[in-house]
């Protein structure tokens, strides 16, 4: 690839916009995909529901289709910079699909521990598309993680999951954006939280930013969790995890101590949502305001509607952010991957469609049926 060429394409990833707030130096080689600076979507219907200024942080748009993506630009870089031939990484999918993305890019080797028959269809594909190795283990993902933490003890591989700093490191460049793009930090920060780095990572960003005088205040951090999969609502580890919303199907949070802190320091508080709540919040996010996402990124949009009632009263309890939301109040919701990864989970939505003969008066007809 020409030099030039090169140069233009890594400038618009995570690691070039705020290479100041990032441990590389210029012995960096930046394996960069064109990740971050996704669109902040202000939402008129969600802000009317909560009297509140809404915006949605589409992630689904990074170049592999999850957030996972601006922490994986940072570990593959640095791997590449520290010589690394293979990688590895435990995953529900999405941090799968980023790691054999962003290895390839960097000509590296990547081996993925997936939970057998877990998998969304989608995330699946994409690992082998990318020619990673995928060892699929009869175990959950806290399984997974607990092999590869073991693995990565050898030196044989270089591990990218969330327990490598840099992937947080890349990834709390998502709080960057937020505040450049409202002025400053919103008020409440609503996420899916599975393993926990995410949430980790937002708040060392928010607190980064605050720090440097680029936003004036900090958010209250509301962490999502399924009800089947939710051992830091309850506050204890859990051994088997169920929910529709694979990417949060963790019942040992990594990042355990991150997110605890990121609550309360905030003055946050993590809630549960059941997941027929999360399959209706993401037909109604699909339908009313046209963004499609993976079932777990729904749950920061049930856990909207949990807290409020159609009338914009919240509903919940003493200690939710929600009670103090004051009017005009900036609210973020972080929707952490595409729909398109997990098609047959969205397939509630479906329905026989209306065949007919192909002539105009015949689909007139068919039209007129449904008003
Ligand atoms: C990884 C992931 C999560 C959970 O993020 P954590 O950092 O593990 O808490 C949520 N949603 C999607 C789509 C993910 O890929």
Redesign the pocket.
């Given at each position: 690839m020409p030099e030039t060429m090169n140069k233009t394409f890594n400038d618009c990833g995570v690691i070039e916009r705020y290479r100041e707030f990032l441990p590389v130096t210029d012995a960096t080689p930046v394996i960069s995909l064109g990740e971050g600076s996704t669109p902040l979507i202000h939402s008129p219907k969600l802000s009317a529901i909560t009297g509140g200024e809404v915006y949605v942080k589409y992630?689904?748009l990074n170049p592999t289709g999850?957030?996972?993506d601006r922490g994986m630009t940072m570990a593959i870089s640095k791997a590449a910079e520290e010589g690394a031939h293979t990688v590895l990484c435990a995953?529900?999918?999405?941090?799968s699909a980023a790691a054999a993305a962003y290895a390839a890019r960097a000509g590296m080797k990547c081996a993925v521990l997936l939970p057998a028959g877990r998998i969304a269809g989608g995330k699946m594909v994409q690992a082998y598309i990318y020619g990673a190795t995928v060892v699929a283990i009869r175990g959950n993902f806290d399984d997974a993680l607990r092999l590869v933490r073991e693995l990565g003890e050898t030196g044989d591989f270089a591990i990218v999951n969330?327990i490598n700093p840099y992937r947080i490191e890349g990834?709390k460049t998502a709080a960057f954006e937020i505040i450049e793009e409202l002025g400053n930090a919103p008020d409440i920060h609503i996420?899916?939280?599975?393993?926990?780095?995410?949430?980790?990572?937002y708040w060392k960003g928010y607190k980064e930013f605050k720090e440097l005088g680029r936003s004036h205040k900090l958010p209250k951090m509301l962490?999502v969790q399924a009800a089947g999969s939710a051992p830091l609502y309850h506050g204890a580890p859990m051994d088997n995890p169920e929910t529709v919303?694979t990417?949060?199907r963790?019942g040992r949070?990594?990042?355990w101590d991150g997110?605890i802190n990121a609550v309360s320091e905030s003055g946050g508080c993590f809630e549960i949502v059941e997941d027929s709540e999360i399959l209706a919040a993401q037909k109604w996010l699909a339908s009313n305001e046209g963004i499609f996402?993976?079932p777990?990124?729904a749950?920061p949009v049930a856990a909207l509607f949990k807290c409020f009632n159609r009338s914009g009263k919240t509903t919940q309890c003493d200690s939710c952010p929600f009670r103090k939301v004051q009017p005009g109040a900036k609210v973020v919701l972080t929707?952490?991957?595409?729909g398109l990864?997990d098609p047959d989970t969205a397939k509630h939505a479906v329905t026989a469609p209306i065949e007919t003969e192909a002539t105009a008066a015949a689909v007139r007809e068919a039209l007129a049926k449904i008003g």
């Open positions: 992630e689904g999850s957030f996972k995953s529900t999918g999405n941090t969330s990834q996420l899916p939280v599975g393993n926990a780095g995410n949430i980790t990572a962490g919303a990417a949060i963790i949070p990594a990042s997110a996402v993976e777990a990124s749950a929707v952490t991957g595409h990864k």
